[in-house]
């Protein structure tokens, strides 16, 4: 079977995705020492992967969190409840022994600290603060970011300042699309 030779040619240029590069000037007496000294030619192009990542049974705090809801869990066994989610309680062990509950909407800064650096995708944003807010009736804190407060005039006195819950208006699937604001 013949093979057309510009079926690869296509596919290649179809890997570019988006970046066309034409007629690179090329000597037509050309010595080696010439080429050896030629730049580099440098490609940009779109680069991306299809990343599948299950939740798995933290499926419904996600899905809560996209509707505006707070999700923890509290074992049936001996009552410890938790701000995100666990299977087996991390207090008693008891495998299998919690039930979701709805977490407060308000809590308390129970710490905080400003970050002046951060992953990447969050580099641009700084500096921001990184809370962990407290729940009554919770028994573990909820590592959030605190907005509407000012990270430069950051102050002890912050520490129990009363917070609500805000949702990010696009929901990213992600607990960043929770973040905690002064209640008043
Ligand atoms: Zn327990």
């Known amino acids: ?22 007629n690179i000037p090329f000597p037509e007496d050309w010595t080696d020492d010439e080429l050896k000294r030629m730049k580099p030619i440098v490609v940009k192009f779109p680069y991306q992967v299809n990343y599948l990542h299950s939740y798995g049974q933290d499926s419904p705090w996600f899905a809560a ?12 066994e001996c009552g410890f409840t938790t701000a995100n989610p666990k299977l087996a309680c991390q207090e008693c062990y008891t495998p299998n022994s919690t039930e979701w509950v709805k977490l407060p909407m308000e809590g308390k800064i129970h710490a905080f600290t400003v970050c002046y650096f951060g ?21 573990t804190l909820m590592l959030t970011r605190i907005v509407g407060l000012d990270p430069e005039e950051a102050t ?27 209640k008043s």
């Open 1 to 22: 079977m013949k093979t057309n030779p510009n079926a690869k040619l296509d596919e290649d240029w179809k890997s570019l995705d988006g970046t066309m590069v034409l």
């Open 65 to 76: 969190l996209s509707n505006g809801q707070l999700l923890g869990t509290r074992c049936k």
């Open 119 to 139: 992953a990447e995708a969050f580099l641009d944003q700084t500096p921001f603060i990184l809370g962990l807010v407290e729940f009554e009736g919770v028994d």
């Open 156 to 182: 002890l006195d912050w520490i129990g300042l009363e917070v609500k819950a805000k949702f990010t208006k696009l929901t990213q699937i992600k607990p960043t699309d929770v973040y905690f604001v002064p």
